[in-house]
Structures are given as C-alpha cells and as structure tokens.
C-alpha cells in the first residue's frame, strides 16, 4: 500500500526556522516525484516544487523559489520541506504528493503538516 | 506562468443533478490537466488526469472532456458525497498550477 506519512503539526514565531517531512512506503520511492503543496487557511491549493528521489533533480514554482528549500533522502524515503525564516504568511497546511515519471501527477498524498507562525 | 481559471467559483445543487464544472488555462496545454476533489478538513483526491482519464476507484458519474484550453468535469448525477470543492490542475510546464477551486454545496 502506498503511504506518505508527514511530520507533525508545527507552531513557531516569526524568524523560526523549520524543516518538515514526508516519508514514503509502499512504492519505489527512487521512481516518482514527490511534491509539495500549500493551502493557506480557507483557501486553494498552491504548487510550490518537485523533487526527484533518485538524482534530486528539484524544480520550484518562481513563487516560492529562495523562499523553501525542497529536499530528499534516498536511503530514509524521505522528503523534506525546510523554511530558513518563517512568515506568519508561510501559516498554512502543507501536503506532500506522489508525482508519476513523465507527467507528474498527484496521485496520492501525504495527511498534511499544519504550520502555524505567531509570536 | 500559466493562468487557471474555473467557472462557477461555487455551485449549489441538489442529489440526482448533472453539474459542470468549466477549467480554462491561459494557452494551450494539451490534455495535461488533472482534476481533484477535496472534501472539508481532508486531503484533496485525484479524480481524473489527461483530462478524461478516470483515476482507479473514482466513480463512473464522473468525467471529463476538452484540450488546448477549454476544459470541463461533469458530475452526470450528483450524489451527497459529492459535495466538496473541485481542482483542476495543469501539468503541462512548471510550475504546475491549480485553478482557484469550485465549490459545490447543497442546495
């Protein structure tokens, strides 16, 4: 069964940083892309960026390039998110995504990571 | 980047209604569009990709039709699980946008 299993919940002040993740299970986790995605509250989806496992071939929307950092770990299957200064704008729910090879497609995601930054 | 639209940006309608949703991107992206479902506090599901081909376990009520542009998901007869808000998605070049999402509630 495939599985994407994010870390939890996170709550920091401005100027914090962060780094949350989404492991992979069930699947070759070298061969598909994994995304992420941004949902600000009471709002739509947002594409922030690719990863490729295998060779971390990375590829970021221009909104969010220098803003995140996308990441992945072969040997744990795992992905990772990292903000190096955090916004309260960056407060959102953050889902993780399988993409397929060619067409990147979401097929399955992860549960989300709820970010919370307030002071 | 490329612009996604939908119309209408919410809907209401009742259990047996036919609903059509219109997704349109700003130039021509083939058939490499996806559709998602996302219901209230969950994680959003894909419904359909290459804009007609149903995900494995998606009901058949649901389809989709169009290329280049213009883009439409019809739910042939709506059912109470149905009501969530609807994504189509891009994935022609990157960044691969999202549509602003279309809400169908009850009516």
């Known amino acids: 069964e495939v599985q994407l299993v994010q870390s939890g919940a996170e709550v920091k002040e401005p100027g914090e940083s962060l780094k949350i993740s989404c492991k992979g299970s069930g699947y070759s986790f070298n061969n598909y892309w994994i995304g992420w995605v941004r949902q600000m509250p009471g709002k739509g989806l947002d594409w922030m960026g690719i990863i490729h496992p295998d060779d971390s071939d990375t590829r970021y929307s221009p909104s969010f390039r220098g803003q995140v950092t996308i990441s992945a770990d072969k040997s744990s299957t795992t992905a990772y998110l990292q903000w190096r200064s955090l916004r309260a704008s960056d407060t959102a729910i953050y889902y993780c995504?399988?993409?397929?090879?060619?067409?990147?497609?979401?097929?399955?995601w992860g549960q989300g990571t709820l970010v919370t930054v307030s002071s | 980047d490329i612009q996604m639209t939908q119309s209408p940006s919410s809907l209401s309608a009742s259990v047996g209604d036919r609903v059509t949703i219109t997704c349109r991107a700003s130039q021509g992206i083939t058939n490499s569009l996806a559709w998602y479902q996302q219901k209230p506090g969950k994680v959003p599901k894909l419904l359909l990709y290459a804009a007609s081909g149903l995900e494995g376990g998606v009901p058949s009520r649901f389809s989709g039709s169009g290329s280049g542009t213009d883009f439409t998901l019809t739910i042939s007869s709506l059912q109470p699980e149905d009501f969530a808000t609807y994504y189509c998605?891009?994935?022609?070049?990157?960044?691969?946008?999202f549509g602003p999402g279309t809400k169908v509630a009850i009516k």
């Open positions: 998605q891009q994935y022609y070049s990157i960044p691969h946008t």
């Open positions: 995504a399988r993409g397929g090879n060619p067409t990147v497609i979401f097929d399955y």
